[in-house]
């Protein structure tokens, strides 16, 4: 199994820019297909980006497609959500999470097929 921590959230201004880690420890993470996903306040947990096992392959969600970039160093067991242009309606609790695929190409985009999820990391944007 594997444990997942996420870092990098905080309160930007909108336009602005974070950047979002997901740290991995335990099994050898370049078997996981990885996604970010966000919750606000009273709404359901939603899609955002996903990534491949190697970072060859991509998907996000139309709210952030253009904006956010999802990238991953097996090197360093990391994951990470570069989101640019920022807007208010992004602020929510984000979180990142693994599931052992065997396809080296797979994305993963839906919640109920991730296995392991990290804490979360809140990221506000004001207006």
């Known amino acids: 199994q594997v444990q997942l921590v996420e870092s990098g959230g905080g309160l930007v201004q909108a336009g602005g820019s974070l950047r979002l880690s997901c740290a991995a420890s335990?099994?050898?993470?370049?078997?996981?297909?990885v996604g970010w996903f966000r919750q606000a306040p009273g709404k359901e947990r939603e899609f955002a980006a996903a990534?491949?096992?190697?970072?060859?392959?991509?998907y996000y969600s139309d709210s952030v497609k253009g904006r956010f970039t999802i990238s991953r160093d097996n090197a360093k067991n990391t994951v990470y959500l570069q989101m640019n242009s920022l807007k208010p309606e992004d602020t929510a609790v984000y979180y990142c999470?693994?599931?052992?695929?065997?396809?080296?190409?797979?994305?993963?985009?839906?919640?109920?097929?991730?296995?392991?999820w990290g804490q979360g990391t809140q990221v506000t944007v004001s207006s």
């Open positions: 999470a693994a599931v052992e695929v065997d396809n080296i190409i797979r994305v993963v985009r839906t919640t109920r097929e991730y296995d392991y």
């Open positions: 990534i491949s096992r190697h970072g060859g392959y991509t």
């Open positions: 335990g099994r050898t993470f370049s078997y996981y297909a």
